[in-house]
């Protein structure tokens, strides 16, 4: 295929000290940029490291650049561009003016380049979890006008216009099309009749249109459930859902699988636990979501001390997808046994999660969780150890052995049992109101192959 033309919520490339779990930014970061190592369902393939050891107590991990990595600039990728931009990362803040969580997970490492092609760890604990972080990192510099473009994947930026249009040209021996050409368009339903006009070629994340799609039989479809959780901080630190009675109750009053089908028009798959059925532990888990059942809430709730307030249930408009609609009915099946809810919506989106990182989340607040790796969110989010910017005061003795044992855990295998094992523990006592995964999907014309989507919510091209 000479040309593809594909069109994306977002085009951006973002500054290298910028991670993302953006699908448009993903999609492109894939195309022209290559991951440290490469996310697999929860465990890691090559990438830009096509090797890696350890020693047996996991603390010293070495990673060994591909052979030949090369900027698209004709540079060779080394190991002192890579902990530069490593540097980089641990320095800088996210949108929200906060610092990144890797500064906290790195903070007792030591990383070094021990050959040119040879990137060290050195961590006075084991520090399998190493691989997650890696895996989220793709290497990029800037080019002679500043811009975050230049990286050693299977394309180069040949131009780029403000946000609006990337086309990118196939490096030689390289598989795909010759050409492709990425437009911005950001809404869902206009980026679907794009593709009805045959002006593109492709169109991503169409699951965000605003009316139930038909999958039309002109057009190839792809559907992948994504790993991002919908989900609902429970303040479990005072008030009503200090009770782990209560926190569970939450969980059989909403009936979630209505949510999947009504809400979000049959995309997205009813929340088990803390992570998707993707994340590292969940398969061997094998969870299934906690039963919609409002007695057996109601018997719960009869256990504890619901006070005669109402609870402060709190929502964005937007980030997750649909999140008033889905507030409305969370609100009503909490009602439906035997609670009182005043639900309180905050438009300004970076605000909201600047106060939900001050804690101030009223008794329950909508948020998502986006990590891909089980260790990231274990640690930001639920472990009293650290007390991270988004815990929420959730504390458990046992999760919290739990946590520490998969913390220690080093090969594969012995890693994935232990996570599976918190993740069934934070079923049985779960820190939030678990709702749903949303289910990507893109679109594209029937002529076109080599067209797959991740569950990272990535369009591949192959």
């Not at 050195?122 to 190493?130: Q, V």
């Not at 094998?286 to 007695?295: Q, V």
């Amino acid at each position: 295929m000479e040309s593809l033309h594909i069109t994306l919520e977002k085009i951006d490339f973002l500054p290298p000290d910028r991670v993302t779990d953006d699908t448009s930014v993903l999609t492109l970061k894939n195309l022209v940029f290559e991951p440290l190592l490469r996310w697999n369902d929860g465990l890691v393939q090559p990438a830009l490291f096509r090797a890696w050891t350890h020693s047996p107590d996991g603390r010293v991990w070495r990673f060994f650049i591909r052979e030949g990595a090369m900027f698209h600039d004709a540079k060779p990728c080394i190991a002192a561009d890579i902990l530069e931009f490593i540097d980089g990362i641990l320095q800088a803040v996210d949108t929200f003016g906060m610092k990144w969580s890797y500064a906290r997970y790195l903070q007792d490492a030591v990383i070094s380049a021990v050959a040119p092609d040879v990137v060290e760890v050195r961590n006075p604990r084991p520090f399998a979890d190493i691989l997650d972080i890696f895996s989220e990192f793709y290497i990029c510099r800037r080019d002679a006008d500043g811009r975050p473009i230049l990286g050693t994947g299977r394309y180069r930026v040949a131009e780029i216009d403000s946000g609006q249009k990337a086309v990118l040209e196939k490096m030689p021996r390289m598989q795909g099309p010759d050409r492709i050409v990425a437009t911005a368009c950001k809404n869902a339903d206009a980026r679907y009749d794009l593709l009805k006009a045959g002006t593109v070629d492709a169109a991503l994340n169409l699951e965000r249109t605003e009316h139930r799609l038909h999958f039309e039989e002109q057009f190839q479809w792809g559907r992948a459930v994504n790993t991002l959780s919908v989900m609902y901080y429970l303040n479990c630190g005072s008030g009503l859902f200090s009770s782990a009675a209560a926190r569970l109750a939450v969980n059989h009053a909403v009936d979630t699988a209505a949510i999947a089908a009504d809400i979000y028009h049959g995309l997205a798959v009813p929340s088990a636990t803390i992570v998707s059925p993707f994340h590292l532990g969940a398969a061997k888990a094998d969870l299934k979501p906690i039963a919609y059942d409002p007695d057996t809430a109601r018997r719960l709730l009869d256990t504890v001390d619901i006070g005669s307030g109402a609870v402060r249930l709190r929502t964005p408009t937007f980030m997750p997808e649909r999140a008033p609609e889905v507030s409305r009915f969370v609100a009503s099946s909490l009602e439906a046994i035997g609670l009182t809810v005043e639900v309180e919506t905050e438009t300004d989106r970076p605000e909201y999660a600047r106060q939900i990182g001050r804690k101030e989340m009223g008794d329950m607040a909508m948020f998502d969780s986006s990590p891909q790796s089980t260790y990231r969110v274990l640690n930001d989010k639920i472990s009293s150890g650290p007390r991270a910017v988004w815990w929420q005061g959730y504390e458990d003795a046992e999760t919290e052995a739990l946590i520490t044992a998969a913390n220690e855990a080093i090969d594969d295998s012995a890693r994935e049992a232990a996570y599976a094992r918190c993740l069934t523990r934070l079923q049985v006592n779960p820190p939030w109101l678990y709702i749903v995964h949303p289910i990507d999907v893109f679109a594209a014309k029937p002529n076109i192959a080599g067209l797959a989507i991740d569950h990272k919510g990535t369009l591949n091209i192959l």
